[in-house]
């Protein structure tokens, strides 16, 4: 096994100089997120923990401490195109789905040259999951699929989606739930934007209208994706715990669920752009040493493997507070703020649309209050929530 010292070196040369150079001359976001994914793979660094024989290293949790520690605030914002694939649904097969699908999508999704999307949510089934009523019926070699799904992210880029239909009405709600990898770019998926206040469309409707799937398709067994979506969902917590605000001053983006990272805030209460400066305010100093402090204990509780929705719950709270401290460095005249002048590819109202996109922090990747309930049940062991007899035929459940 490489020492960490060799690997620490090995990674610090893929970050000083084999990456700028895969990404010299390449524009567009999707284009230098593939390039990033490209470079990555080939960099033998895409999979630490995989098996070699889909892609991956086989390290150990030594091994990707030292690779965060030394790629921190150094990762391409870009990378958030692969969120879902490679943090959730690549991880989800890997562990749970047949060997002719790791086969399949694993090396191609770790690679770059897939895009996925999760299609979990649906209008009448929010954060009642387990209430979904897509429907999947087997027919001869390949699934039907009817239904829709919602606030379904960068599903108008992506190839493939981990969806979640019910195979079996007759079921409880919890056990006739079957998990599939859906190809989504077929004439049965109608995907259509949701315009959001900042003016973007990260977010879509899907309309399935007798989709087709593989019969092989499958992550895991028929009637159990419950249990493989909760596992999905682990990975989801995990994924968006470690949006951190610990990046670098210069890594600026309008995309994603990614907080202000303090060294802009920093930047900022500097009087950045002739802004007045208020670095010196004792209460300004004070909210950028909280914000501070809260990236550090995360930070060590996510080296102690905290549970995934620790994490989930501290961005969303994080993400709000540095939205705020931002407001409150330069509104009322936030929403007129004007290019500063630096050279940094951003649109001048980067401010104002972080402040206005993080509230879906709290709803994104399940909202507080299911994490809260989450820790509650699964981490405290406290009783569940009152609800519905978890043994009813879902047919006879009363839905939106």
Request: hydrophobic share 35%; charged share 25%; glycine share 12%.
């Amino acid at each position: 096994m490489t020492s960490l010292e060799s690997f620490r070196d090995e990674v610090e040369t893929f970050f000083d100089a084999t990456l700028p150079a895969a990404l010299d001359g390449v524009t567009g976001h999707l284009a230098r997120a593939k390039a990033w994914r490209a470079a990555l793979y080939e960099a033998d660094l895409a999979a630490l923990d995989y098996p070699t024989q889909y892609g991956g290293r086989d390290l150990g949790p030594d091994h990707r401490r030292v690779y965060a520690e030394v790629s921190r605030g150094r990762v391409p914002r870009e990378d958030n195109t692969f969120g879902i694939g490679v943090g959730m649904a690549l991880p989800t097969i890997r562990d749970h789905g047949s060997d002719d699908l790791r086969e399949r999508f694993l090396r191609p999704g770790l690679r770059g040259d897939d895009v996925w999307c999760q299609m979990y949510s649906e209008p009448g089934a929010g954060s009642d999951l387990a209430g979904l009523a897509t429907r999947a019926d087997l027919d001869g070699d390949e699934w039907i699929v009817t239904g829709q799904k919602v606030w379904t992210s960068g599903a108008q880029q992506s190839q493939y989606a981990i969806l979640l239909a019910r195979t079996d009405f007759d079921a409880p709600k919890h056990r006739g739930v079957t998990m599939f990898v859906l190809p989504v770019e077929q004439e049965g998926v109608t995907v259509r934007p949701l315009v959001q206040m900042t003016g973007e469309s990260e977010f879509n409707e899907v309309f399935l209208d007798e989709a087709r799937i593989p019969r092989d398709w499958v992550v895991g067994d028929v009637n159990d994706g419950w249990r493989t979506a909760v596992a999905l969902l682990a990975h989801e917590r995990v994924q968006t715990g470690v949006g951190s605000m610990g990046g670098s001053a210069n890594q600026r983006s309008k995309a994603g669920r990614v907080p202000i990272p303090v060294a802009q805030l920093i930047e900022l209460a500097r009087g950045s752009g002739g802004r007045e400066n208020r670095i010196d305010d004792p209460e300004i100093r004070q909210e950028l040493a909280r914000l501070h402090t809260g990236a550090v204990i995360m930070g060590q509780l996510g080296k102690r493997g905290a549970h995934p929705s620790i994490g989930k719950l501290w961005r969303t709270i994080q993400g709000r507070a540095a939205a705020d401290l931002a407001a409150k460095l330069a509104f009322p005249t936030g929403p007129a703020w004007l290019d500063d002048g630096s050279d940094r590819g951003v649109d001048d109202d980067y401010f104002a649309f972080h402040i206005l996109n993080c509230r879906g922090m709290s709803l994104g990747g399940g909202t507080d209050e299911i994490q809260r309930n989450t820790l509650g049940e699964r981490a405290l062991g406290l009783p569940r929530e009152p609800g519905p007899d978890r043994a009813t035929p879902f047919k006879e459940l009363p839905r939106n």
